[in-house]
């Protein structure tokens, strides 16, 4: 028998030919580890003052502007080195730095969603029963309702008014603001309730968010607890009633991100999804100097609601910006489009041993193994995905082998259990060579979500190297 270290004939050869995924934990060094950490300390502060996309976009443009960035003017004739952005109505943004190659060569995008599941307050919100104040909501993308009773909520948003002023809107993040809450039944009486489905034990309609019980101080009169809380409203943002009917408020888990785990490998909070690609496609551009191909990083809402709308990547503000930049050289847009290459920046599924039997190991990312690139989403026989071609596929592991971005496959669960989509199908639909790459989550659209801080790090350095390509 032998002793040394020396590799037997079958385990030599397995290493030459078998595919075996690295984990980022035993891989990097601790230099790289601890980029790592230093970079998740600025994403979760991110995390704690961007929980819409509208405060996404504000942060993201005074981050931007710090890196020269200016806003986009088709009047100016752009030269390679230029940094530009477009705020699409507070709510999306695009921003570019102009490559020195000749703008038909194609850019690179890295494209990502800044809106997250939450509950969207109803136009018409405010209601009293029994002497005690609600908003009504209309929950805003895929949620299991029952995750969203008896915690603390934040109120996020604006209220638009008649005279063009736009109030901006935030209680619940301050330590000293008070919080919100939908309530739950006390197990004791909730028999009837444990016995129906989970999908229907909270039903939507009873997502009402408690915000108050004090009646404005008269004998006479009715509804004098939402008097009340209207009279704070008026005197606190000057809005009446009738000013919810244009507002956009949202309730959103109030508490902030925090460290998950004694080694404080993760991060759990609101909201990774999509900011935990978002945040790494905006710090990649901003770093970005001079770079070959034109960069190009998009910000879009309404992803979880199926990309639609003049803001959501199914709109042509995107195909506009693009003409723009054309224009600005003399070129057509379609063919700046189709030579170019996009990492469409969202979140896959991460193993979880505890619901283990929905994914299938072989081709299912894993935390702490970096950023994992899918090919394809969609569901039932790859319905409703764009699916990378081959050829693209091997580029983008050449081109993240090459920089030593550690990456992994991904897909969303075992054949006919589910699915889903993101915005990569919009993006290939205008020609455009594209994959998804993001960062593997636990826990997917709950109120607590969990990601390792090494596979975060990884989503950066993605795509920076995008960006960085010759
Ligand atoms: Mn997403
Ligand atoms: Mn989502």
Redesign the pocket.
Known sequence: MSTNNEKSPSEALKEQLFYKPKNATVTLDEAEIKAADEYCDGYKKFLNTAKTEREFVKAAIEMAEKKGFVPFDRNKKLKAGDKVYLNNRNKSLILAVIGSRHITDGVSIAAAHID??RLDLKPNPLYEDRNLAYFDTHYY??IKKYQWTAMPLALHGVVALKDGRTIDVCIGEDETDPVFCVTDLLPHLASEQMKKSASEFIKGEDLNILIGSRPFKDDKGSELVKLNIMKILYERYGILESDFLSAELVAVPAYPARDVGLDRSMIGGYGH??RVCAYPALTSILETENPAYTAITILADK??IGSEGNTGMQSAFFKYFVADIAASFGEECRHVLSNSVCLSA??NVAYDPLYSDVVEIRNCAELNHGVALTKYTGSRGKVDTSDASAEFMAMIRKLMDDNNVLWQIGELGKVDVGG?GTVAKYIADLDVDTVDMGVPVLS??SPFEVVSKLDVYMAHKAFATLFGRK
Do not use: K
């Open positions: 997250s599941p993308g895929g999804d999509d992803e979880e969202d979140v889903g997917m659209h």
